[in-house]
């Protein structure tokens, strides 16, 4: 296979409701797509979940932006692949900027799949063909608002509630939640917002049965988080400490989580994430698929991942709907009574909503 031609396009769209975590709103969603076209003509679509600031990883639309024009476009353009894992390989040489490389990388597995004429699920070693599915819930501003969301939730069917904690914010609102919820499937993420000094407030959150605590402390901590979940009951789920297999065995080897919560744009590529499942499945660590308030392209890719055997735990890619009133693909990501059926369409399943797709592109760029 050979990759032709490619675009980049810049995207910009209006969530429903802007999301809070511990470290900051996003309210218009900014993203990049990019499509590769192959010699047969051929297309396949990969979104890059960067935001626009560097708050949650080190990458913003920007700095993707640049590295794909720069040097995986480059890398990738008239090269010939026999098959999407060589890319993992191919971009190995650059450091880090796993988002853009995951980018570029699964449009890569899109078009594959599609010359294949298999659904991307299949390829990759999915065996799943429904997944379980829960919704991310942000910081809100009141109880009553955070209870009209978890009641929303609960009403679409979906099956658990995270709830993103942070100082100050944390076990008042769990223990509200927990005494009018008591058998609501819960868990809480920190997005790093604890250190080790805060270990007795985290410790008491064990009395509330959840499923696990998110990112707790920093984000490039693993040995940390071990000398945590060596005093705490409830599981620890890593999500920014994990940035490749790598980080994944670190953990492992530490013991310093019992769950991963895996996203193709934070370990830089589907393949990535396919080892990481696989060391999880060995290792006898969980693991669930996590989401970037993605649009419909990277929110398909996740589905594909999510079917991997191995993934046991609701993941947080939600229904569309859940996000934006309109979604650039069609038909757009349903989620019936908590489960979302694969499509069985060749490769990411979904086709482009061309309308919404150019109204929501706000730039373009064309490497051929
Ligand atoms: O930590 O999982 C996270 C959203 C943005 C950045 C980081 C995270 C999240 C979520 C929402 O929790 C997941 C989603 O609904 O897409
Ligand atoms: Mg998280």
């Known amino acids: 296979m050979k990759l032709t031609k490619i675009i980049l396009r810049k995207m910009t ?90 980018a570029i990388e699964t449009a890569i597995w899109d078009v594959y799949a599609k010359k294949q004429n298999k659904p991307l699920y299949q390829v990759i070693g999915g065996t799943q063909s429904t997944i379980d599915i829960g919704v991310s819930i942000g910081l809100q501003t009141t109880t009553a608002a955070l209870y009209e969301k978890i009641d929303q939730a609960l009403l679409a069917g979906y099956k658990r509630v995270k709830v993103k904690i942070k100082p100050g914010q944390d076990i008042a609102v769990i223990r509200s939640i927990r005494s009018r919820y008591k058998e609501l499937p819960l868990m809480v993420d920190a997005n790093s917002a604890y250190t080790l000094d805060d270990l007795e407030l985290l410790q008491s959150l064990d009395e509330f049965n959840l499923l696990m605590i998110e990112q707790p402390l920093a984000a490039d901590d693993i040995v940390q988080h071990a000398t945590l979940q060596a005093q705490l009951k409830t599981p620890i789920c890593l999500d920014e400490s994990i940035c490749s297999l790598k980080d994944a065995m670190t953990a492992i080897e530490l013991q310093a989580c019992k769950i991963f919560n895996i996203k193709i744009a934070r370990v830089g590529g589907m393949e990535e994430a396919r080892l990481i499942h696989h060391a999880a499945q060995q290792a006898g660590m969980k693991v669930w698929c996590g989401g970037m308030l993605e649009a419909g392209i990277g929110r398909a890719h996740s589905i594909a991942l999510a079917s991997l055997p191995y993934f046991s735990l609701p993941g947080d890619t939600a229904a569309s709907s859940h996000y934006f009133a309109e979604d650039i693909i069609s038909p757009e990501v349903m989620v019936d009574q908590g489960v979302i059926h694969l499509s069985q369409r060749p490769g990411i399943g979904y086709d482009v909503n061309q309308d919404a797709y150019e109204y929501f592109t706000i730039d373009k760029q064309l490497f051929e």
């Open 13 to 102: 769209m209006r969530m429903k409701n802007p999301f809070t975590t511990s470290f900051g709103t996003v309210q218009d969603k900014k993203f990049i797509i990019v499509e590769v076209y192959d010699e047969q003509g051929f297309v396949g679509y990969g979104e890059c979940d960067a935001f626009e600031a560097p708050w949650y990883t080190e990458e913003t639309v920007e700095t993707c932006w640049y590295m794909l024009q720069q040097f995986f476009i480059p890398a990738l353009l008239k090269q010939e692949l026999n098959h999407p894992s060589d890319v993992r390989r191919l971009l190995m040489v650059y450091r880090r900027n796993a988002m853009a490389k995951a």
